[in-house]
């Protein structure tokens, strides 16, 4: 399975060799979610599909192996811990993560996260009913949002189809807690709302969106986009803004 696929970039934003984008969606979506923000940044982009791969941290050495020097990782949820993962050691010019946790599941003495009891119903309900699984958990994600109808609608376009690959991602959710990066261009976005609760990184923005899914709303997106300018700006690349 090819990890990184080259996205067709829209045709007012051709693709250059000057500034690749890594972008890894979260768990049960393909990265073809990202794509009006795609659309509005110019370079090269490349979808992952982590689905396949034996472990999280062997997801992020393949793709630290694969992946372009110099590239700007964007992932969000448990695309986002791997992107950490992987930030460092693929040379990576800035990491942006998108409401995701230094941990997904509740550590001890903190109340962030996800409880594990109720991590392990959801993959009990996974194992069960998965379609129905799926969409609780699109409605979940979305929850937060003032435009919760159509964020979902959005997001099921994007989903993947319910199989053993899922079943296997879905355990990478138990990953140990993530240190912060203290060096470089690192953001960690979360939103004003979000029914999963990640345990927040030390440095991180706040939106003025909602929801899990908070950078696919309008108010989301247009801070998403001003943070990823001014992390090319900051890192001597510049583009037409048109």
């Known amino acids: 399975m090819n990890l990184l696929t080259p996205y067709l970039q829209n045709p007012t934003h051709p693709a250059t060799g000057s500034l690749d984008w890594i ?15 795609m659309d509005a940044l110019p370079g090269q982009h490349w979808a992952v ?5 034996a472990s999280l941290h062997a997801a992020a050495s393949a793709l ?19 992107a950490h993962l992987a930030y460092a050691a693929a040379d990576g010019r800035a990491l942006i993560t998108l409401a995701t946790g ?3 599941l509740q550590q001890a003495a903190q109340s962030a996260g996800m409880p594990m009891d109720t991590f392990r ?3 009990t309900s996974f194992s069960n009913q998965p379609d129905k699984t799926l969409k609780r958990f699109t409605a979940l994600t979305t929850q937060g949002s003032q435009t919760a109808r159509a964020l979902s ?11 053993a690959h899922l079943t ?8 140990s807690a993530l240190p912060d990066i203290n060096s470089g261009q690192v953001h960690h976005l979360y939103s004003q709302s979000d029914a999963l609760n990640p345990a927040r990184f030390t440095n991180g923005h706040i939106s003025p969106a909602g929801s899990h899914a908070f950078f696919l709303e309008d ?7 001003n943070v990823l300018r001014s992390v090319c700006q900051n890192t001597g690349v510049m583009y037409d803004r048109a």
């Not at 630290?64 to 964007?74: G, K, Q, T």
């Open 64 to 82: 630290a192996d694969r992946a372009p020097r110099n590239a700007i990782w964007c992932g969000w949820s448990l695309g986002g811990a791997l």
């Open 168 to 175: 296997k991602t879905l355990d990478w959710l138990s990953y």
């Open 23 to 37: 972008w890894l969606p979260g768990w049960s979506y393909q990265a073809s979610l990202f794509t009006p923000i």
């Open 219 to 225: 108010a989301g997106q247009n801070h998403l986009l």
């Open 153 to 163: 609608r959005h997001l099921n376009g994007h989903q993947c189809t319910p199989d």
């Open 102 to 104: 230094s941990s997904f």
């Open 121 to 123: 119903a959801f993959s």
């Open 49 to 53: 599909d982590y689905r396949g791969e």
